[in-house]
C-alpha cells in the first residue's frame, strides 16, 4: 500500500537531475546515431523560480484562487506525495477552470491519500472556507452509521416522492481518479466488484462493465436512471479522472435496484441507497448495512477504505470529505416555495434545494431535492438526522400554509454538535 | 504531463499486462503499432524532461478513433520523445507519412526563388492562397508536457523576436488574456482568433491546460503574415492573401520564417530541426515541413465529376471544406492543398499545389464549356 513505497524524490523539477545521475532507464546514446544537439552532461530541463511558474489567477473565483498565495505556492510547488502526485497537479483543475461569479468552485483536487497531508498548507484553509468553519488541524470528525439513532424518518407521501442517500469510499493504497494508473483503477475496480460480489439478501446484486455491457442491459440501465456517462464536465475532465474510459468503469445494483455502487466515476465508489417514497429511516438502515457489509468483505481481503479522525473518509474532491454523504428527498411543496421566508427557512435548518436533475439544474413545478447542506464535521447519523428533522418541518408549514395558518422561521441549528 | 509522468515509478510495481490499455475498440496509428510487448519494452522509459509512453499515448487511448478517419492516437511532449519511443513513432510516421523510412532524410528548401510560376492562378477561380507551418524553440517542451514557467518565457522569447520584424512584416502582438472586446472583435472579424481547443484530440494531450496564459497571436499590419504563439505548438506561422498569387504568399512566408528563425538565433535559439525528421513539431502528422499550403478555390463542375478524387489523388493534394478540416465544401468552393508533410521540401510541395491548382482549373474551365477532361489526366506524383 502505499505506506510501503519509498518517499521518491520525483518532483518534475528533479527529473532533469535524476537522469543526470543515471536514475530511471535513460540510454543517453540513443543520441548519437542522430544528430546530437543535447550533449550529455547539459542541464536538460529548463527549471523556473516559483514566481515564474505561480498561475494567473486574477480571473478566479475559486476556494483553491482564495488560498494559493505566491508564498504558499513557492512553499509547496517542489513537493511530491510518495506517488508523485505534485501541487501543479492538484491544482490544475482550479487553474483550467477559473469559475463562476456566483457559485464558488473548489478547484483543487487529491490524487491520493497523501496529497492532504503533503499539501495541507494549502488543503487545510481550502477545507475551512468549504465546510464552513471545520478546522482540520484542531477538530476530529465523528463517523457513526448506527441506523438504529435515527428517530422519525418516514415521511408523509404526499410530499415526499423518493429518498436517497450517497456517499463515496475510496480504497487505501490505490491512487485517486485524477491520478491513478490503469493497473490501479483494474485494481479497485477488483476489490470492489469482488467485495459486492458477496453481499447477499435483499443486497445481492449484479455488476455491469461499462466496456462490456450490452445493448439490452445499457438500456435498462438508462431506464431506471442508473447509467453514468463519461464526465464532460471541464472541472473533472480538466483533473484527468476521464483518463482511459471507460477501461474499469462500471456499476452495480442489488436486484432490488434500491442499492447501487458506481465505481471508478468520480472517485473508486460511489454508493446510493435509495427508493420511491419517504422511508428514509429504510434508506439509510441499507445504506449503513451495505456500507458496512462492503468494508468487512474487502477488510477479509487485506483492504480498507480510507479514513483518519481529521478528515473522516477521504475522497477525491475536498467538497465531500467527512461524510461524503448527502441524504435528500424529492418533495413538493408549492406553497411553501413560493414564500418569501423559505430560503431562509432552509439556510437555518442547514439545508440545500436543487432541481430534481442534481447540482446545478431548476426545480420542476414546485418539486426539489432538498439535502444536507454540510459534509464534515457531524456524523452520517447526525446529518440524516438533520435531515430527517428539517423536511418534517417543511411539511409542517407546507401544511399550515394549506390551512390559511402562519408559519415561523425555525431559530437556526448549531452546525457543530 | 499532469496525467501520467508522475506515476510512471508507481507503475512498475504492476505488471506490463496489467498497464496495457485495452485497444481492442481503437482504429487509430498508435493502436495499430502498440503491442503489449512493445509496450512491456517503451513503459519504464522517460525523456530527460520527464515524459512518458503514457504521456505519449493518453490522447490515442482516450480517442478510439473513427472508422472512417485514421487519427494519429500519439503526440511528443519534447524534442527528445521522438527518440527515446521511436519503437513506437518511427512505425507510426511511416504509415502516416507515405512509407518514410527511419534511415530517410529530409530536405528543407525555403529559397521562394526555386518555386517554378505562382503568381498567376486564376482569381476567378482561386479565391485566396495560404500557406501555414509550426516551429517548436529547442530546449522547450511542447504543449502536452510544458509547465507554465515554460511557456511563459517562449511567448516571451517569440514576442520578443517579431516585435523586431519590419517592413511589411512590421506588427502587433494581442496576448489572449490581455485583449479588449474591441481587439477581440477585430481579430474573429479577420478570421485569425483561435479559441481553446474543444476537440477531445488535443484536450486529452494536456495541451489546453493553464489557458489562455502565454497564448496569443502575432499579425502584421498588413494582415498577410500571422503567428500564433502556444496553439498546439509554440508557433504556427501563416501567410495568406485573397486572389491566386501563391508565389507571393510563399515568398512572405520564407521570408518571414527565415528572418524570424535569425533573430532567435541572435538570442541563442534555434529551431527543433534534425536531417531525419525535419522540423520538429507537436503531433507526428505535422513534422517535416509541417507545411499546408493550399487555395479556396471555385471548383463547381470538376468537384461533381467522377474523376475528381483520382485527380487529387495523382496530384498529391487533398481537399477540405473552406472551414478547415473536417467541414463540408460550400458552394462548390473547396480549400485544396498538399497531402504530405515530410519527404518532400517546402518548394517541392508548393510547386505541387501550385502546378495541381493550374490543372484543376483548366480542367474546371473545359467541364464549363462542355468539353472532356480526358487527355489533361495527370500521371501519378
Not at chain 1, 69 to 76: D, G, H, N
Not at chain 1, 167 to 190: N, Q
Not at chain 2, 251 to 270: A, N, Q, V
Request: proline letters at 5%.
Amino acid at each position: 500500500m502505499a505506506s510501503s513505497f519509498a518517499r521518491i524524490l520525483s518532483s518534475k523539477r528533479n527529473v532533469g537531475i535524476l537522469s543526470l545521475v543515471g536514475a530511471g532507464s535513460l540510454t543517453v546514446g540513443f543520441l548519437l546515431n542522430r544528430e546530437q544537439h543535447v550533449s550529455a552532461g547539459a542541464q536538460v530541463r529548463r527549471v523556473y523560480p516559483p514566481s515564474a511558474e505561480y498561475p494567473d489567477l486574477r480571473k478566479h473565483n475559486n476556494c483553491m484562487a482564495s488560498h494559493l498565495t505566491p508564498a504558499v505556492y513557492a512553499k509547496l510547488c517542489d513537493k511530491a506525495t510518495p506517488n508523485g502526485y505534485t501541487l501543479d497537479q492538484a491544482i490544475q483543475t482550479g487553474v483550467d477552470n477559473p469559475g463562476h461569479p456566483f457559485i464558488k468552485t473548489v478547484g483543487m483536487v487529491a490524487g491520493d491519500e497523501e496529497t492532504y497531508e503533503v499539501f495541507a498548507d494549502l488543503f487545510d484553509p481550502v477545507i475551512m472556507e468549504r465546510h464552513n468553519g471545520y478546522d482540520p488541524r484542531k477538530m476530529k470528525h465523528p463517523t457513526d452509521l448506527d441506523a438504529s439513532k435515527i428517530r422519525s424518518g418516514l415521511f408523509d407521501e404526499k410530499y415526499v416522492l423518493s429518498s436517497r442517500v450517497r456517499t463515496g469510499r475510496s480504497i487505501r493504497g490505490l491512487s485517486l481518479p485524477p491520478a491513478c494508473t490503469r493497473a490501479e483503477r483494474r485494481e479497485v475496480e477488483r476489490v470492489v466488484i469482488n467485495a459486492l460480489g458477496g453481499l447477499q439478501g435483499d443486497l445481492a446484486g449484479k455488476y455491469y462493465s461499462l466496456t462490456q455491457m450490452t445493448e439490452e442491459e445499457q438500456q435498462q440501465l438508462i431506464d431506471d436512471h442508473f447509467l453514468f456517462d463519461k464526465p464532460v464536465s471541464p472541472l473533472l475532465t480538466c483533473a484527468g479522472m476521464a483518463r482511459d474510459w471507460p477501461d474499469a468503469r462500471g456499476i452495480w445494483h442489488n436486484n432490488e435496484k434500491t442499492f447501487l455502487v458506481w465505481v471508478n466515476e468520480e472517485d473508486h465508489t460511489r454508493v446510493i441507497s435509495m427508493e420511491k417514497g419517504g422511508n428514509m429511516k429504510r434508506v439509510f438502515e441499507r445504506f449503513c448495512r451495505g456500507l458496512q457489509e462492503v468494508e468487512r468483505l474487502i477488510q477479509e481481503k487485506g483492504w480498507e477504505f480510507m479514513w483518519n479522525e481529521r478528515l473522516g473518509y477521504v475522497l477525491t474532491c475536498p467538497s465531500n470529505l467527512g461524510t461524503g454523504l448527502r441524504a435528500g428527498v424529492h418533495i413538493t411543496l408549492p406553497r411553501l416555495s413560493k414564500d418569501p421566508r423559505f430560503p431562509k427557512i432552509l439556510d437555518n435548518l442547514r439545508l440545500q434545494k436543487r432541481g430534481t436533475g442534481g447540482v446545478d439544474t431548476a426545480a420542476v413545478g414546485s418539486t426539489f431535492d432538498i439535502s444536507n447542506l454540510d459534509r464534515l464535521g457531524q456524523s452520517e447519523v447526525q446529518l440524516v438526522q438533520t435531515v430527517i428533522d428539517g423536511v418534517n418541518y417543511l411539511i409542517e408549514c407546507e401544511k399550515r400554509l394549506e390551512k390559511g395558518q402562519d408559519i415561523k422561521i425555525p431559530a437556526a441549528i448549531s452546525q457543530f454538535k | 504531463m499532469p496525467f501520467g509522468n508522475s506515476h510512471n515509478k508507481l507503475k512498475m510495481n504492476y505488471t506490463a499486462e496489467q498497464e496495457y490499455p485495452d485497444l481492442s475498440q481503437h482504429n487509430n496509428h498508435m493502436a495499430k503499432v502498440l503491442t503489449s510487448e512493445m509496450y512491456a519494452n517503451l513503459r519504464d522509459k522517460e525523456t530527460p524532461s520527464g515524459f512518458t509512453l503514457d504521456d505519449v499515448i493518453q490522447t490515442g487511448v482516450d480517442n478510439p478513433g473513427h472508422p472512417f478517419i485514421m487519427t494519429v492516437g500519439c503526440v511528443a511532449g519534447d524534442e527528445e520523445t521522438y527518440e527515446v519511443f521511436k519503437d513506437l513513432l518511427d512505425p507510426v510516421i511511416e504509415d502516416r507519412h507515405g512509407g518514410y523510412k527511419p534511415t530517410d532524410k529530409h530536405k528543407t528548401d525555403l529559397n521562394p526563388e526555386n518555386l517554378q510560376g505562382g503568381d498567376d492562378l486564376d482569381p476567378n477561380y482561386v479565391l485566396s492562397s495560404r500557406v501555414r507551418t509550426g516551429r517548436s524553440i529547442r530546449g522547450f517542451c511542447l504543449p502536452p508536457h510544458c509547465s507554465r514557467g515554460e511557456r511563459r518565457a517562449i511567448e516571451n522569447l517569440s514576442v520578443e523576436a517579431l516585435s523586431s520584424l519590419e517592413g511589411e512584416l512590421k506588427g502587433k502582438y494581442y496576448a489572449l488574456k490581455n485583449m479588449t472586446e474591441e481587439e477581440q472583435q477585430q481579430l474573429i472579424d479577420d478570421h485569425f482568433l483561435f479559441d481553446k481547443p474543444v476537440s477531445p484530440l488535443l484536450l486529452a494531450s494536456g495541451m489546453a491546460r493553464d489557458w489562455p496564459d502565454a497564448r496569443g497571436i502575432w499579425h502584421n499590419d498588413d494582415k498577410t503574415f500571422l503567428v500564433w504563439v502556444n496553439e498546439e505548438d509554440h508557433l504556427r506561422v501563416i501567410s495568406m492573401q485573397k486572389g491566386g498569387n501563391m508565389r507571393e504568399v510563399f515568398t512572405r512566408f520564407c521570408t518571414g520564417l527565415t528572418t524570424i528563425e535569425g533573430l532567435f538565433k541572435e538570442k541563442s535559439h534555434e529551431f527543433m530541426w534534425n536531417e531525419h525528421l525535419g522540423f520538429v513539431l507537436t503531433c507526428p502528422s505535422n513534422l517535416g515541413t509541417g507545411l499546408r499550403a493550399g487555395v479556396h478555390v471555385k471548383l463547381p463542375n470538376l468537384s461533381k465529376n467522377e474523376k475528381f478524387g483520382e485527380v487529387l489523388k495523382k496530384l498529391r493534394l487533398q481537399k477540405r471544406g473552406t472551414g478547415g478540416v473536417d467541414t463540408a465544401a460550400v458552394g462548390g468552393v473547396f480549400d485544396i492543398s498538399n497531402a504530405d508533410r515530410l519527404g518532400f521540401s517546402e518548394v517541392e510541395l508548393v510547386q505541387m499545389v501550385v502546378d495541381g491548382v493550374g490543372l484543376l482549373v483548366e480542367m474546371e474551365k473545359r467541364l464549363e464549356g462542355g468539353q472532356s477532361i480526358d487527355d489533361l489526366m495527370p500521371e501519378q506524383k
